[in-house]
């Protein structure tokens, strides 16, 4: 039996016995091909679970970057209470009552005094000279498991080791920025005496000797992030901090795409000129024109997600051509959700200029009203107020609903306001609930 023969048993009724193995086996959500292929130690299920419930889980040790992390350590580390045996704390200097917050909230916790190096994987590597079995769990300082995930950390791991005993692999739980997008292929768990190691001065994931991205393994565990809050970025100038160490990676490795890639990204803002937007799609679509999304890796897992950011770029510049080369690009990728994103935004907004120009069409006419053509001028205002509500125009929504009300004509913009009005009020009750 494969693996993902046995994550498929699990959406079949009465497939599995009501064991801790099926209950853990929901905590897995998705394997990466190779791994979804591997053999597993026995084709029966009931035996599978047998053996789960007699395993001896490996050891589990929580390692944290800290540099002045006082005000989130303990509430980090106290969150991980049941799901690790161990803690070790990697601090680059904190000047701050980190260590000591850290001691209080976890009494035993390792501290390893590590000078910073502008190398975020040269830190988490350290993690490998200090811990030599069991898993590794790179967690951040302003990371917290979410509490009603307890437990969960450990058990996906036991059922990981039960069930894939001969594989190595990394281990993705789910970061949620608070406020932002939640990220699933984060790649932070992985075994002390395993293969892998992180690379990258920054945005670092672990890989092959070779280069190569380790097979993957997702998991429903997630952990919330408040490090990329609004003020906590401009209070320790994180995004300063990581576009210095992009060049420093792009510096050393120019042949690298990613370092563009994450260069650009780093540097992206609602500041951004368009002299700089265009700079920044000129260096990017360059850095990326002979890129395939080939296996990933070190050099190419940034491949896709450079021409999403393409796309980004070509809406900012208004660059029809452009937007539709990379948005054909994800598609063939397999990434049609910001595929159809940005084809849509880029019809939407075709289709909501064409609107302005015709609320303006209305107002050029005004002047050729005369009693005969009243009527029908007021028929013409309805129809402005609602082109106005749709294309975004809302200073032009009520001086024309008000000259069609004139003219006897506004009762149908009338009943789409009361439309309107009961969707918002409908909306706000069940936000209230």
């Known amino acids: 039996m494969k693996f993902s023969d046995l994550l498929d048993l699990r959406r079949v009724p009465g497939a599995l016995p009501v064991s801790a193995l099926a209950i853990d086996l929901a905590l897995i959500t998705s394997a990466s091909q190779d791994l979804a292929d591997a053999e597993l130690p ?94 590794l769990c790179h967690v951040d300082a302003d990371e917290v498991l979410v509490p009603a995930h307890t437990g969960r950390l450990r058990r996906a791991l036991s059922l990981l080791d039960h069930l894939l005993p001969g594989h190595d692999f990394v281990v993705s739980p789910v970061i949620a920025d608070i406020g932002g997008p939640v990220y699933t292929s984060t790649q932070r768990w992985l075994r002390a005496d395993g293969p892998f190691r992180f690379r990258g ?79 920044a799609f000129t ?54 959700v910001e595929a159809t994103y940005y084809r849509t935004l880029m019809e939407a907004g075709r289709l909501l200029g064409r609107l302005s120009v015709l609320v303006d069409g209305v107002t050029a006419v005004e002047s050729a009203e005369d009693p005969s053509n009243r009527h029908l001028m007021g028929r013409l205002f309805a129809l402005q107020s609602t082109l106005a509500l749709a294309s975004g125009r809302y200073e032009a929504v009520l001086p024309a609903y008000r000259k069609a009300d004139a003219r006897g004509t506004g009762r149908s913009v009338a009943e789409d306001f009361e439309m309107l009005a009961r969707v918002l009020a409908e909306a706000r009750e069940r936000d209230a609930i």
């Open 201 to 279: 001065r920054v945005h670092e994931h672990p890989y092959t000797e070779e280069g190569l991205a380790p097979p993957r393994v997702q998991v429903d565990v997630r952990f919330d992030h408040s490090g990329y809050l609004p003020e906590v970025v401009e209070r320790k100038g994180k995004r300063e901090r990581y576009v210095a160490l992009d060049r420093l990676g792009r510096a050393e490795e120019p042949d690298n795409p990613k370092w563009v890639y994450y260069e650009v990204r780093d540097g992206l803002g609602p500041s951004m000129s368009e002299q700089e937007a265009r700079s």
């Open 42 to 135: 026995s084709s029966d299920p009931a035996a599978l679970a047998a053996g789960y419930a007699s395993c001896r889980p490996r050891p589990v040790t929580a390692v944290v970057l800290t540099a002045d992390e006082e005000d989130s350590i303990a509430t980090c580390l106290t969150a991980l209470s049941d799901d690790i045996d161990d803690c070790l704390l990697i601090d680059s200097g904190s000047t701050d009552g980190t260590v000591e917050q850290a001691l209080r909230a976890r009494p035993g916790t390792r501290v390893l005094s590590a000078p910073w190096a502008d190398d975020f994987s040269h830190q988490r590597n350290l993690a490998f000279e200090e811990a030599a079995e069991g898993w």
């Open 283 to 336: 260096m990017l679509a360059a850095a990326t024109a002979d890129a395939a999304p080939e296996e990933p890796g070190y050099r190419t897992e940034r491949t896709v997600d450079s021409w999403s950011l393409l796309c980004e770029l070509a809406v900012r510049l208004g660059d029809a051509d452009a937007l539709r080369t990379y948005t054909d690009l994800l598609a063939r990728a397999g990434r049609m």
